[in-house]
C-alpha cells in the first residue's frame, strides 16, 4: 500500500503535469492563430523540452546517468514519437481544444488492443467490453456523417492516440532496462534532428506575440514531461492516470476563454463513455498485475 506521504505528491504532480499540458495544448493553437506554422510549434516544443531536462538531469544525477546501450530503442521511440506529436498537434490546431482531449483519451483503448495483440498480454471479456465501450463513445463524439468536427481533424486525432499507445508499447519495453529520466532524455535530444530540418524549412519572422507562444509551448510542455515523470516516480499508473481526464475541464475553461467554443452536445455524451472506459481499463490492469504479483510470491 502507497503511504500518504508519497501518494498526495504523485496525485498533485499529475494534476500540475495536466494543467501544464493544457496550457501548452492552448499555447499551441494561439502561437497557429498568430501565424506560426506546424514545423516551427513542434520544433520549439522539443526545444524547450530539451533544456529543461538537460538542465534537470545535469544538475542532479549528471549527464553520465543517461548512458544506454539501447539507443536503436531510443531511436525507433523518438520517430514513433515525433510522428505521434505531430499528428496531436495537427488535432489540436483543426479542432477545438475540448474535442481533441476527448479523442486523446482513446489511447488507453488502443493501448489495450495493441497490448494483446503486440505483446500477447491477457484480456478477458470485461478489457474487450470496455474497448468496445470506449470506441462507441468515440464515434458519439465524432458523429459519422454529421457536421459536429471537422473531419480531417478527428482522422488526425485517432491517428495520434492509436501512434500514442504504440509509444506505451514502446515504453514497456525500453522501461525494463531504462530508466524514466534515461528514456525522456534521449527523446527529447533525438527528435530535436528531424523538427529541426522541418523548422529550418518552414521558419519565418513572427511578432513578439507569436514567438511568446512559441516560447510558452516549449516552457511548459517541457515542465509538464517533467511532472508527470515524476508522478510516475511517486505513484502507481492505475493511481495517477486517471487524473488525466481532469484535462477535458483545462480545455473546456481555455477554449471557451480564449478561442469562444465549448464542446459540442455529442462530446458530452461520447465523452462519458470513453472516459469511464479508460478507467476501467487502468483498474483491470492494475488488478491483474496485483494478481500477478500474489501468484509469484505464493510460488517463492
Known amino acids: 500500500m502507497v503511504s500518504s506521504d508519497r501518494l498526495l505528491p504523485a496525485i498533485g504532480l499529475r494534476l500540475l503535469s495536466v494543467g501544464l499540458f493544457a496550457t501548452m495544448n492552448a499555447a499551441i493553437k494561439l502561437a497557429e492563430v498568430n501565424g506560426a506554422r506546424l514545423g516551427e510549434i513542434l520544433f520549439f516544443r522539443q526545444f524547450g523540452a530539451a533544456l529543461l531536462v538537460t538542465a534537470v538531469v545535469a544538475s ?22 515525433v510522428v505521434s506529436m505531430a499528428f496531436t498537434f495537427a488535432a489540436l490546431l483543426a479542432l477545438p481544444l475540448a474535442e481533441a482531449a476527448t479523442i486523446m483519451f482513446s489511447t488507453p483503448i488502443f493501448a489495450t ?55 506505451f508499447i514502446l515504453l514497456r519495453q525500453i522501461g525494463r532496462t531504462e530508466r524514466a529520466q534515461t528514456t525522456v532524455w534521449w527523446f527529447s535530444v533525438l527528435s530535436l534532428v528531424p523538427l529541426g530540418i522541418a ?83 487502468v483498474w483491470r490492469e492494475h488488478v491483474r498485475r496485483r494478481e500477478e504479483t500474489r501468484s509469484a510470491l505464493s510460488e517463492e
Open 60 to 81: 542532479g544525477p549528471g549527464l553520465a546517468s543517461v548512458r544506454t546501450q539501447r539507443i536503436g530503442a531510443h531511436v525507433g521511440r523518438a520517430i514513433v514519437g
Open 113 to 167: 488492443v495493441l497490448g494483446a495483440l503486440v505483446l500477447g498480454e491477457p484480456t478477458g471479456w470485461r478489457r474487450w467490453s470496455a474497448v468496445a465501450l470506449g470506441f462507441v463513445g468515440v464515434l458519439i463524439v465524432l458523429r459519422p456523417g454529421g457536421h459536429s468536427i471537422p473531419l480531417d481533424g478527428a482522422l488526425y486525432g485517432i491517428v495520434a492516440a492509436l501512434l500514442t499507445a504504440v509509444v
Open 199 to 281: 523548422y529550418m524549412l518552414q521558419a519565418q519572422a513572427h511578432p513578439l506575440a507569436t514567438w511568446a507562444c512559441l516560447a510558452a509551448v516549449g516552457l511548459f510542455g517541457g515542465a509538464a514531461q517533467l511532472a508527470m515523470t515524476s508522478s510516475l516516480r511517486r505513484g502507481a499508473v492505475s493511481v495517477v492516470v486517471p487524473f488525466d481526464y481532469s484535462s477535458l475541464l483545462w480545455a473546456t475553461g481555455y477554449g471557451w476563454l480564449l478561442f469562444g467554443t465549448l464542446p459540442s452536445d455529442t462530446t458530452w455524451i461520447g465523452a462519458p463513455l470513453i472516459v469511464a472506459s479508460g478507467l476501467y481499463i
